[in-house]
T-cell receptor, first 113, second 114 residues
Framework: GQQLNQSPQSMFIQEGEDVSMNCTSSSIFNTWLWYKQDPGEGPVLLIALYKAGELTSNGRLTAQFGITRKDSFLNISASIPSDVGIYFCAGPPNTGTASKLTFGTGTRLQVTL | NAGVMQNPRHLVRRRGQEARLRCSPMKGHSHVYWYRQLPEEGLKFMVYLQKENIIDESGMPKERFSAEFPKEGPSILRIQQVVRGDSAAYFC????????????FGSGTRLTVV
């Protein structure tokens, strides 16, 4: 099946720094989603991308749909302590039920003051 | 306007017992999805249901696991004769339409099998 690999696996950054993370797949995705999961909670949708090359922002977050359709990137500018959590990319498979999502392995972000 | 409600939040079961996890979708949502998350891993799809129908159960283990979404009441994920490997966080999500990929997740039920 389709797999999504995220890097880095984890990162420690200082408050105020910018963060970049990416998600790659061995096969094409037609939709990319980025979620954030806080400890003990369910994932919350941050950004959805529907078109190759698309660049979308949500506050301090910016995500891009790679032109090969096999990758996506998430940037967080001027990080703050509440950015701590696990960031997952996700997308629906090209075959089977359109509503089923494949999730990436996650990037754990920790912010130090 | 309540979100997706899951209960219980935490569930402890002994090996061999049954676990019943409940999910009430958001108001107006008739599509429900169940995912499982093992420690330090991403979420894995289990099953997709609409009212009274299972649409896709390709992620459900072949034995001991079942799911339903009756006409009235919450969706139920049932695990019979639980084993230690069933310990995980189980998340439910709902959407208004089947094509809404960015659906809303609940806070999950953390199942611990002792």
């Amino acid at each position: 099946g389709q797999q999504l690999n995220q890097s880095p696996q984890s990162m420690f950054i200082q408050e105020g720094e910018d963060v970049s993370m990416n998600c790659t797949s061995s096969s094409i995705f037609n939709t990319w989603l980025w979620y954030k999961q806080d400890p003990g909670e369910g994932p919350v949708l941050l950004i959805a991308l529907y078109k190759a090359g698309e660049l979308t922002s949500n506050g301090r977050l910016t995500a891009q749909f790679g032109i090969t359709r096999k990758d996506s990137f998430l940037n967080i500018s001027a990080s703050i302590p509440s950015d701590v959590g696990i960031y997952f990319c996700a997308g629906p498979p090209n075959t089977g039920t359109a509503s089923k999502l494949t999730f990436g392995t996650g990037t754990r972000l920790q912010v130090t003051l | 306007n309540a979100g997706v409600m899951q209960n219980p939040r935490h569930l402890v079961r002994r090996r061999g017992q049954e676990a019943r996890l409940r999910c009430s979708p958001m108001k107006g949502h008739s599509h429900v999805y169940w995912y499982r998350q093992l420690p330090e891993e991403g979420l894995k799809f289990m099953v997709y249901l609409q009212k009274e129908n299972i649409i896709d159960e390709s992620g459900m283990p072949k034995e001991r696991f079942s799911a339903e979404f009756p006409k009235e009441g919450p969706s139920i994920l049932r695990i019979q004769q639980v084993v230690r490997g069933d310990s995980a966080a189980y998340f439910c999500a709902s959407s208004r339409r089947g094509s809404d990929y960015g659906y809303t997740f609940g806070s999950g039920t953390r199942l611990t099998v002792v």
